[in-house]
C-alpha cells in the first residue's frame, strides 16, 4: 500500500470555521487517507480477531451546525455499523493522531465486558505498555495515562461501565501531529498494526 501520511493540511482542518467549508477540506484531503487506511488493514484485523472485520469512515452526516473537531476510520464485525460494537480507530483531532480499542456508550455488552476486564486486570495492566493511555469520553480529547490506572481507577471504571449507560471505555495511543512519524505512511503503518497487535486482548474480552 501507498499511505504518505497525515501533514499540517490534514490537522489544519479542523481550523476551517463553518461546518460546510470545514466538510468539503475534511471529503477532500483527509477522508481518502482514512478510506485508505481502513482497506490496508481490515484483512490484517480480520485475521487479527478471527472475525470478519468492515471499515467505517465517519460521514458526519447529522452534523447540521457545529463542524466536527475530529474524524476517523473505525473496524467492527459488522457491515452496518460500529457503535455497538467493540472496534478499533485511526482518527484526528486539531493536535494528534488517535489508535484506539473502543467500547462506546451505545455498546450493551459492556457490563460483559467489565466482568471480563475484572478478571483479567492484573494481567492486562502488564501487557500495555506504560505510553498507552485511556479514554473514557470519545468526544473530547483528553487522555488518561496507562501508567496512572491503578487498581481503585479501574474499579471505578468497572463500576461505570456495568452500571453508567453513557459510560465508555478506549485504550491505545495518541501521537502528536508533529511526530515525525504521523507523516511517514510507512512508518505509521508500522505503528497502528502493532498498536492493533497490543490491544487485541482488550479486544478479546469481549467475548
Not at 52 to 75: L, N, Q
Not at 86 to 103: K, S
Not at 145 to 156: F, L, S
Not at 182 to 197: K, M, P, R, W, Y
Request: glycine letters at 4%; one cysteine or more.
Amino acid at each position: 500500500m501507498s499511505f504518505q501520511g497525515f501533514t499540517e493540511t490534514d490537522f489544519h482542518v479542523f481550523t476551517i470555521p463553518g461546518l460546510e467549508a470545514r466538510m468539503e477540506a475534511l471529503k477532500a484531503t483527509i477522508r481518502p487517507k482514512l478510506e485508505a487506511l481502513g482497506s490496508h488493514f481490515t484483512p490484517i484485523l480480520t485475521a487479527e480477531t478471527g472475525d470478519e472485520m468492515y471499515s467505517h469512515v465517519a460521514k458526519h452526516a447529522r452534523r447540521t451546525v457545529h463542524p466536527p473537531s475530529d474524524t476517523w476510520v473505525a473496524w467492527a464485525s459488522s457491515k452496518r455499523g460500529y457503535k455497538m460494537l467493540p472496534h478499533f480507530q485511526v482518527g484526528l483531532w486539531e493536535t494528534h493522531l488517535f489508535i484506539w480499542f473502543a467500547l462506546i456508550y451505545e455498546s450493551p455488552i459492556k457490563p460483559h465486558f467489565a466482568d471480563n476486564l475484572a478478571a483479567s486486570w492484573r494481567q492486562i495492566k502488564t501487557e500495555i505498555p506504560a505510553n498507552y493511555v485511556w479514554s473514557f469520553d470519545h468526544t473530547q480529547p483528553g487522555t488518561y495515562p496507562h501508567a496512572d490506572m491503578n487498581d481503585e481507577k479501574m474499579e471505578e471504571t468497572i463500576h461505570r461501565l456495568k452500571n453508567v449507560k453513557k459510560s465508555e471505555i478506549l485504550c491505545g495511543i495518541t501521537l502528536d501531529r508533529h511526530d515525525s512519524s504521523v507523516s511517514d505512511g510507512h512508518a505509521l503503518l508500522s505503528i497502528v498494526e502493532q498498536t492493533f497487535q497490543t490491544l487485541k486482548p482488550l479486544y478479546l474480552l469481549c467475548r
